[in-house]
Nanobody, 117 residues
Framework: QVQLVESGGGLVQPGGSLRLSCAAS????????MNWYRQAPGKERELVAGISSHGGSTNYADSMKGRFTISRDNAKNTVYLQMNSLKPEDTAVYYC??????????WGQGTQVTVSS
């Protein structure tokens, strides 16, 4: 059974940091590209960051570059999202996504991140 379980969300003040984790099971984690998406109220889901299966390549949405860092530990079947210099507009539900080409596409249940003073 495929599972992606996000954790690490919460309430943080503007300028603060959070580290999200996504623990994967039920598939060959090291074969999948991993992504973080987010969805704010009333908005469409958007890609935050992605990392290749072996971690050698990453990509970020323009508004996250320099503030967010995606990483993975294939030995622990976990992908991370380090978020620094958080802004109120970063408030959203953050989702973990596992992707193998166009064939397999798995999603976690999401974790809420709220940036507010």
């Amino acid at each position: 059974q495929v599972q992606l379980v996000e954790s690490g969300g919460g309430l943080v003040q503007p300028g603060g940091s959070l580290r999200l984790s996504c623990a994967a099971s039920g598939f060959t984690f090291s074969s999948y590209a991993m992504n973080w998406y987010r969805q704010a109220p009333g908005k469409e889901r958007e890609l935050v960051a992605g990392i290749s299966s072996h971690g050698g390549s990453t990509n970020y949405a323009d508004s996250m570059k320099g503030r967010f860092t995606i990483s993975r530990d294939n030995a622990k079947n976990t992908v991370y999202l380090q978020m620094n210099s958080l802004k109120p507009e970063d408030t959203a539900v953050y989702y973990c996504n596992a992707q193998w080409g166009t064939t397999y596409d798995y999603w976690g249940q999401g974790t809420q991140v709220t940036v507010s003073s």
